[in-house]
């Protein structure tokens, strides 16, 4: 018989350990905790001991060793920069449990690399994510390596889905996920840092400039989402007939804006490639 005790209880969440608890790192952790994760299924670490505590005051999680945390943890997630990654890899090759899935949220480093540093047949998921997973509006594109099951990515969508949308793709497309979705804040942020400075330029206060310019793009956000219409539906439906709008995307446009955006994310794309292969080139077999 089901009694009301076994109806309300916490699901069993297997032990997860998180190695380089930076900017991303961290966006994970708090993630998990603000999606109801008890912080004692979860152990991370930092190179710096001044950031471990800060973490660890900060969430309740217990900061460790790498390979302490590696040790009995079921997931393993890595978050440290790509150029860290052939450096840890050998540290926690030796320590991990067998069938322990390792996700690696590294720009390019790529499965074939991350499976080549650690023993045979470990199962490895490779992730881009992005940093408005702070507030739950994170967009992650997630992919198997060689040795990964439909239930491994079912778990690291689980992980991801706590702080926004997942979606599984072929890994070959992670370059240029990692150019859009990966470093697209970035983008949005300059739009928002360049029109605000516009707004004090034609003489507004910058407080009234900066709620002016973060509200518009919430509320555009929120407008494609919600009514579904392609942006230039949305575009021209604000450009009234030799209007001000026409006016400012003509400039746009003589300044182009557009080849720009193009120009700057296939740079990200290469040197997301260019990660890749120097990640490659230093790969080393346990
Ligand atoms: N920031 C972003 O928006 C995104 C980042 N990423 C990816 O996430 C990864 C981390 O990026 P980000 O968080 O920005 O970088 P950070 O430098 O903020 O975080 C990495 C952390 O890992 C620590 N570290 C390095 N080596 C080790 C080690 N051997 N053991 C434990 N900790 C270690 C670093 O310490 P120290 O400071 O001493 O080096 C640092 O605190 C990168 O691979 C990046 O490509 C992916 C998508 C978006
Ligand atoms: O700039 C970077 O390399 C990382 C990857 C995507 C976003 N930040």
Redesign the pocket.
């Known amino acids: 018989m089901t009694t009301v005790e076994e109806d309300v209880r916490v699901p069993h969440r297997s032990r997860l350990a998180l190695?380089?608890?930076?900017?991303?790192?961290?966006?994970v952790l708090s993630g998990l905790v603000r999606a109801g994760w008890d912080p004692s299924d979860l152990v991370a670490?930092?190179?710096?001991p001044e950031?471990a505590a800060e973490l660890e005051a900060a969430y309740g999680i217990t900061m460790t060793s790498?390979l302490d945390a590696v040790a009995g943890a079921e997931t393993v997630v890595l978050?440290?920069?790509?150029q860290?990654?052939r450096?840890?890899l050998a540290?926690i090759a030796p320590a991990l449990a067998a069938g322990a899935l390792v996700v690696s949220?590294?720009?390019?480093?790529d499965t074939g690399t991350l499976e080549a540093g650690l023993p045979a047949g470990q199962p490895v998921v490779r992730v881009?994510?992005?940093?408005p997973a702070q507030v739950d509006e994170g967009m992650a594109a997630i992919a198997a390596g060689s040795a990964a099951t439909g239930e491994h990515l079912e778990r690291v969508r689980d992980i991801l889905s706590a702080t926004g949308r997942v979606a599984v793709v072929p890994e070959h497309y992670l370059d240029a996920v990692?150019a859009i979705s990966?470093?697209g804040?970035?983008y949005l942020f300059f739009v928002v840092e360049a029109m605000i400075e516009a707004g004090v330029h034609l003489g507004l206060p910058r407080d009234v400039s900066t709620e002016l310019v973060v509200q518009t793009m919430l509320g555009s956000a929120k407008l494609l989402r919600e009514s579904g219409e392609h942006p230039t539906v949305l575009r021209e439906r604000v450009t009234s007939p030799g209007g001000t709008t026409a006016a400012a995307l003509r400039e746009l446009e003589d300044h182009k804006v557009r080849a720009a955006f193009l120009s700057a994310m296939e740079a990200a794309r290469d040197r997301s490639r260019a990660?890749a292969a120097a990640a490659r080139e230093q790969q080393v077999t346990p």
């Open positions: 190695l380089g608890a930076g900017v991303m790192g961290e966006t670490t930092d190179r710096r950031r790498n978050v440290v920069k790509p860290d990654m450096g840890l540290e949220l590294a720009a390019g480093v881009m994510a992005n940093t990692t990966g470093s804040p970035a990660l």
